[in-house]
């Protein structure tokens, strides 16, 4: 079956250590993004990629940095720079080209920092 | 810059009884519109979208959404909702030719029996 597994699904860290998120589609999708979910603030755009090798930050980058080395996978690094990383964290995938095409969502990764 | 405005933070509606979840958008021109469903602990599930066409669009779990550009809103419906629909439903806004969206802060549904 395709679609989008992230792992783990939880995760604990101590502050001030860097964590790697993990985000990987087999639905051959070239865009791809991160998004930080906190309760009651909606889904807030990290970083995304539209093609292997580039990536562009979204509204809440800082404190975070990503890769795109494979169409397949695109991870996401929480570092210590990061004030508040206790959160949920959705990756999801989508085509481009055309006019626009819809996201599809990994199950998440819940990281809390203590 | 386009935003998303769900007014109500939660929803609680009787098992059976019919469901509308606002959803209004700013942006300067036609964009594209989405809903998804979120249940606890668990990533987003796309119900319907709206690209173009009829402004009526049929999704999956037998909701709709109808796109009133006069209103700039684009409102989910459901004639029945069953437990199973308890979960919290987002909407969001993309421009054309450009996959960036933006989402709304979200509506908690809770059904009660």
């Known amino acids: 079956d395709g679609g989008i597994t992230q792992s783990p699904k939880y995760l604990f860290r101590k502050e001030g250590q860097n964590v790697t998120l993990s985000c990987e589609q087999n639905l051959n999708h070239d865009a791809m993004y991160w998004y930080r979910q906190d309760p009651g603030q909606g889904l807030r755009l990290i970083y995304y990629s539209q093609i292997v090798n580039d990536f562009q930050k979204g509204d809440i980058a800082e404190g975070y940095s990503v890769s795109r080395e494979k169409k397949e996978s695109f991870p996401l690094t929480v570092t210590s720079a990061q004030k508040n990383p206790t959160a949920f964290y959705l990756c999801?995938?989508?085509?481009?080209?055309?006019?626009?095409?819809?996201?599809?969502f990994g199950p998440g990764t819940r990281l809390t920092v203590t | 810059a386009q935003s998303v405005t769900q007014p109500d933070i939660h929803i609680t509606v009787s098992e059976g009884a019919s469901l509308e979840l606002r959803c209004n958008y700013s942006?300067?021109?036609?964009?594209?519109l989405f809903w998804y469903v979120q249940s606890p602990g668990q990533g987003l599930q796309l119900l319907l979208k709206?690209?173009?066409?009829?402004?009526l669009v049929q999704g999956i779990k037998g909701f709709e959404a109808e796109f009133k550009r006069s209103q700039s809103s684009f409102n989910l419906r459901k004639p029945s909702v069953h437990w199973s629909d308890a979960a919290e439903y987002f909407c969001a806004v993309g421009p054309r030719g450009y996959q960036k969206v933006t989402f709304g802060t979200g509506t908690k549904l809770q059904v009660i029996p």
């Open positions: 942006y300067g021109a036609t964009p594209y």
């Open positions: 999801a995938s989508s085509l481009t080209g055309g006019e626009g095409y819809e996201q599809y």
């Open positions: 709206y690209f173009s066409g009829d402004t």
